[in-house]
């Protein structure tokens, strides 16, 4: 089992920076892919960045690029989703996601085992 506890969302102007945090616990969690969804009212939970916990290569949902940095911190067990430049359509209630290790990043909720409560994210215009 591994746990998943997502903090730091909140409300924001455009323009503006929040960074999410993931912070894992259970089993290995060095061997998983882990991820950042979102979901806003009314559409289907959708990719924004993923990282392989042991590589720490990163993949990212073309929208954000260039804007959202995710990472991770193996000493704390904690992935982190660093958002910039913060858009109104960014509103979303935002994810954390673990799945098995895997060559290919699934960018579908289904190759994600564990979930977390999900943290709001309101940017204001």
């Known amino acids: 089992q591994v746990q998943l506890v997502e903090s730091g969302g909140g409300l924001v102007q455009a323009g503006g920076s929040l960074r999410l945090s993931c912070a894992a616990s259970g089993r290995t969690v060095t061997a998983y892919v882990m991820a950042w969804f979102r979901q806003a009212p009314g559409k289907e939970r959708e990719f924004v960045a993923g990282i392989k916990w042991s590589f720490g290569s990163a993949y990212y949902t073309d929208s954000v690029k260039g804007r959202f940095t995710i990472s991770r911190d193996n000493a704390k067990n904690t992935v982190y989703l660093q958002m910039d430049s913060l858009k109104p359509e960014d509103t979303a209630v935002y994810y954390c996601?673990?799945?098995?290790?895997?060559?290919?990043?699934?960018?579908?909720?289904?190759?994600?085992?564990?979930w977390g409560q999900g943290t709001q994210v309101t940017v204001s215009s």
């Open positions: 996601a673990a799945g098995a290790f895997s060559p290919v990043m699934s960018t579908t909720p289904s190759g994600y085992e564990y």
